[in-house]
């Protein structure tokens, strides 16, 4: 069972930066790709960014493409979330979840149901 424990959020104005950090608790932390989620208050959870469990492979969606940048420290047991330029639509829950990497994705790595462990979340609100 990995445990997940996000952090970082808050407010902050449009074009404002924010770091998201999210702590694990399991012995095989490398064995996991990890990968960040977002909700906004009416809609479903929607992928933002992946990291594979090596740290060599990462994705993003569109909206955040060249704005958010993912990072991950198997040492540590920790992944990041660097996020620059916000924009008002930013504003969502935002989750780490964990995959175990020896299973396969069903729809990709921004499929919330493929991942097995979530933490409780940390809200980023942008504001004009």
Known sequence: QVQLVE???GSVQAGGSLRLS???SVADYSDFDMGWFRQAPGKEREGVAFVDFGGGRT???EPVQGRFTISRDNAKKMIHLQMNSLKLEDTAMYYCGAHWGFSPFTGGWS???DYSNWGQ???VTVSS
């Open 7 to 9: 952090s970082g959020g």
């Open 59 to 61: 994705e993003y969606a």
């Open 22 to 24: 999210c702590s694990a």
């Open 121 to 123: 979340g940390t809200q």
């Open 111 to 113: 499929k919330s149901s």
